[in-house]
């Protein structure tokens, strides 16, 4: 079936830092891949995404590079913030369907 | 534009009390989708529609949960009896299904809803 793994969290760093949160599929043909975030309180927000293999997507900073031959779309960041402290979660859809499978999330916390 | 809107955004009730849960989706966007989030289940999709219809309902966790979508700009999640266990935020997104384009889901802010 089709399913996201993320690695888990939660993912603690200071201000500056290099971050990575792994994401690897399974998926049935060519899905879309993507990044999204969720700040404490808030509802999700479309971080970046990419639609066929390598494809890059980024965003205030971050990437994640499409990776079919490791079905992979990691998520880096060169210089982490305090504010970018959140939940990030990885996520794909199936060619030409609606549905998002979503992984668990990975909490990161930056301290200053 | 404003984006999804849901109301209300928090909601506390007594145990066996009906809630209903709002949200009007991004206009012009022709799929929506229901969830719930909680700390032990993590984020779960309940039920979601296309152009009004519901196309996938298998997230639905019991009968007490039912969910309606009368035009393309309102749904509703209803919740009769509503039970402690039910306690979560519910999260309405929707999206426009355009075929190639990957489908990237847009959030609402959420109902925090509270059973006692």
């Known amino acids: 079936g089709n399913s996201v793994t993320q690695m888990e969290g939660p993912v603690t760093l200071s201000e500056e830092a290099f971050l990575t949160i792994n994401c690897t599929y399974t998926?049935?043909?060519?899905?879309?891949l993507f990044w999204y975030v969720q700040y404490p309180g808030e509802g999700l927000q479309l971080l970046l995404k990419a639609t066929k293999a390598d494809d890059k997507g980024s965003n205030k900073g971050f990437e994640a590079t499409y990776r079919k031959e490791t079905t992979s779309f990691h998520l880096e960041k060169g210089s982490v913030q305090v504010s970018d402290s959140a939940v990030y979660f990885c996520?794909?859809?199936?060619?030409?369907?609606?549905?998002?499978?979503f992984g668990t999330g990975t909490r990161l916390q930056v301290f200053p | 534009d404003a984006g999804v809107i849901q109301s209300p955004r928090h909601e506390v009730t007594e145990m066996g009390q009906e809630v209903t849960l709002r949200c009007k989706p991004i206009s012009g966007h022709n799929s929506l989708f229901w969830y719930r989030q909680t700390m032990m289940r993590g984020l779960e999709l309940l039920i979601y529609?296309?152009?009004?219809?519901?196309?996938?309902d298998s997230g639905m966790p019991e009968d007490r949960f039912s969910a309606k979508m009368p035009n393309a700009s309102f749904s509703t999640l209803k919740i009769q009896p509503s039970e402690p266990r039910d306690s979560a935020v519910y999260f309405c997104?929707?999206?426009?299904?355009?075929?190639?384009?990957?489908?990237?889901?847009?959030f609402g802010p959420g109902t925090r809803l509270t059973v006692t």
């Open positions: 529609f296309n152009n009004n219809v519901p196309i996938d």
């Open positions: 998926a049935t043909g060519y899905p879309s």
């Open positions: 997104a929707s999206s426009l299904a355009v075929r190639d384009r990957g489908y990237e889901q847009y």
């Open positions: 996520a794909l859809s199936r060619y030409n369907t609606d549905k998002l499978i």
